[in-house]
């Protein structure tokens, strides 16, 4: 749906507040101003964490009715922008412009089985031209999930036209989740079930032959790793938490704790390097270096995203010779959990979350976000080039921008 490109600007009396109504819409743009921002303009509001922000609950009926139609017009548009700098990556000059965000694909249906679909993973391998993902039912509500044998493979040598197609590692994974490209070779996470432990599995991007490389730590069964990034000299960081065993039932009882190890596969010393001791995580998930390898990114959902005291938080740390270091909260999110994370290389961070991708500035500011359709929760991101390719639990999409992953 199109608006009129009309900046929009009154002040409303809220009782004793007085605030300045300035959300200016484009026709797929929003841009929210600060004082919209610090003074939501309602009496009497309130927000669920699994919810994004334009579905904001307004709780009295002497609110103006100006507040909820601009919410609803911010569920129609593409792009939200907080700061400028938002324009500056968008590539386009102010919320007037138009910028494209593409729909490439719409997910076939969730099995009746699963309650939802969760795709995860999403990285590109240059060598092929493609992205790879993964794709997960969810459990509920029967509680339990089979492995799926295929994964989601985007051929992106024609640049207008990215097709989709499914293709079968061999031997399969066992519930995959997060990858990297490393030296030729994809590199999943996989949660593992019952029979098979998760670890980390190598993949031939081109043959799709795969290899466990890793499952164990000193034959203690991971609990289920989530995501992986591996640096050029071959040290790989991995988050493990209790997916498997809290949200599928398909994974035996953890005897570790949930933290993020530091695995060295050129000497194969693995090590714990945030979680037991300093207690930071519970159900880590997403994990992102920095395009230029100093630093990483760590997401952690916490019990559940709809639990109100959860996770919620991207920690960053700075990496040294032998592991993490001054861990920071980088950010905390504000609709459901951050779950795939990708930098780029003027130093923003981009998080999977409800409804959409939030963009933060390497100061964790937040200076905009991608949206999803409706209902649609961005789960994870690869960049192609300058396009970044968002996965969500129901299309996949993607959008051109003025930076690079490095
Ligand atoms: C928030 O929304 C979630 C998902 O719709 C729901 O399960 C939960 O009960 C809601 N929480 C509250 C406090 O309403
Ligand atoms: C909002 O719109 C409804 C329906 O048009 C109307 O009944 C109500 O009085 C309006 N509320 C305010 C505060 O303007
Ligand atoms: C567990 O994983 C193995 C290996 O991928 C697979 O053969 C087996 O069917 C899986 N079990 C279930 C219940 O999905
Ligand atoms: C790429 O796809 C477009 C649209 O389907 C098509 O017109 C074009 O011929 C394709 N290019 C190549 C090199 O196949
Ligand atoms: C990359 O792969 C080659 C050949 O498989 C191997 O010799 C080399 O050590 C690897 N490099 C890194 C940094 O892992
Ligand atoms: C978890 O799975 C096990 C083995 O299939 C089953 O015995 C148990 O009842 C399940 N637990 C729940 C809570 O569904
Ligand atoms: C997670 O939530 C469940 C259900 O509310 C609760 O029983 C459990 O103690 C929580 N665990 C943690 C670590 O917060």
């Known amino acids: 749906m199109k608006f009129s490109k009309q900046p929009m600007a009154s002040a409303v009396s809220l009782g004793s507040l007085i605030a300045v109504q300035s959300v200016r819409f484009g026709s797929n743009i929003a841009e929210i101003s600060q004082q919209w921002n610090d003074v939501f303009p309602a009496n009497n509001f309130n927000r669920n964490v699994s919810t994004p922000f334009w579905e904001t609950t307004i709780l009295d009926d002497t609110t103006t009715n100006e507040t909820r139609e601009t919410l609803r017009r911010i569920e129609e548009m593409s ?146 790793p989530n995501d992986v990034v591996v640096s050029d000299e071959g040290v790989a960081y991995f988050t493990d938490g209790y997916y498997g065993y809290d949200n599928f039932n398909d994974t035996l009882k953890p005897q570790l704790a949930n933290g993020v190890y530091r695995w060295d596969m050129k000497t194969g010393n693995t090590k714990m390097v945030a979680g037991a001791a300093d207690g930071a995580f519970f159900n880590p998930n997403g994990v992102a270096f920095d395009a230029y390898q100093n630093k990483l990114f760590v997401t952690n959902r916490g019990n559940s995203s709809a639990d109100p005291a959860g996770g919620r938080t991207i920690y960053q740390y700075d990496l040294t010779p032998t592991g993490i270091t001054n861990r920071e909260i980088f950010a905390y999110v504000d609709s459901g959990f951050p779950d795939g994370i990708k930098t780029d290389r003027d130093g923003r961070v981009y998080a999977g979350v409800t409804g959409g991708v939030d963009v933060f500035e390497q100061d964790g500011t937040l200076i905009g976000r991608i949206k999803v359709n409706n209902g649609d929760v961005a789960v994870n991101m690869a960049w192609v080039n300058d396009w970044l390719y968002i996965v969500g639990r129901d299309y996949a999409y993607r959008v051109q921008l003025e930076a690079t992953e490095r």
């Open 79 to 224: 792009f939200i922008v907080y700061d400028n700098r938002m324009y500056d990556l968008l590539g386009v000059s102010g919320y007037t412009s138009s910028k494209e965000l593409e729909v490439i694909f719409e997910f076939p249906k969730r099995p009746s089985y699963a309650q939802r679909q969760v795709h995860d993973a999403t990285v590109y391998v240059p060598s092929v031209k493609a992205v790879f993902f993964a794709e997960l039912h969810s459990p509920k509500p029967d509680f339990g999930m089979t492995a799926i044998p295929f994964v989601w493979r985007i051929d992106v040598s024609n640049t207008s036209t990215p097709e989709f197609e499914k293709v079968n590692p061999e031997p399969a994974l066992t519930i995959a989740n997060g990858a990297y490209h490393h030296n030729g070779s994809v590199y999943w996470a996989q949660e593992g079930n019952f029979t098979t432990p998760g670890g980390i599995v190598q993949m031939d991007p081109t043959t799709m032959k795969t290899q466990i490389v890793k499952n164990n730590f000193y034959s203690h069964r991971f609990n289920s």
